[in-house]
């Protein structure tokens, strides 16, 4: 059985940092790009960041560029999403998911990820 754990959540002021993690499972880890999303109250699905494991580049939107940073642990089978200087146009449910077989990384849309992972709130205080 496929699944993609996401945690690491919570809440945090401004200028504070979280780490995401995004654990996968029932799927060969090196063959996907593992990305991560973001829905805001009443706003649609965002890309943030997207990392290509098996030569661990990645893609970043613009707005976390400097600020967000991934990175994986292959033994683990783990995607990291470290965030810095939080702000609270970041507050959202951030979601998890995967792409296989990518080419290249890139700022995957919905529709192209092949599996998903629940949410997990980020609240950033102002």
């Known amino acids: 059985e496929v699944q993609l754990q996401a945690s690491g959540g919570g809440l945090v002021q401004a200028g504070g940092s979280l780490r995401l993690s995004c654990t996968a499972s029932g799927f060969t880890f090196d063959d996907y790009a593992i990305g991560w999303f973001r829905q805001a109250p009443g706003k649609g699905r965002e890309g943030v960041a997207w990392?290509?494991?098996?030569?661990?580049?990645?893609e970043y939107t613009y707005s976390v560029k400097g600020r967000f940073s991934l990175s994986s642990d292959n033994a683990k089978n783990t995607v990291y999403l470290q965030m810095t200087n939080l702000k609270p146009e970041d507050t959202a449910v951030y979601y998890c998911a995967a792409v296989e077989r990518p080419a290249v990384v890139v700022m995957f849309r919905e529709y192209e990820c092949d599996y998903w992972g629940q949410g997990t709130q980020v609240t950033v205080s102002s």
């Open positions: 990392i290509k494991i098996s030569d661990a580049t990645t």
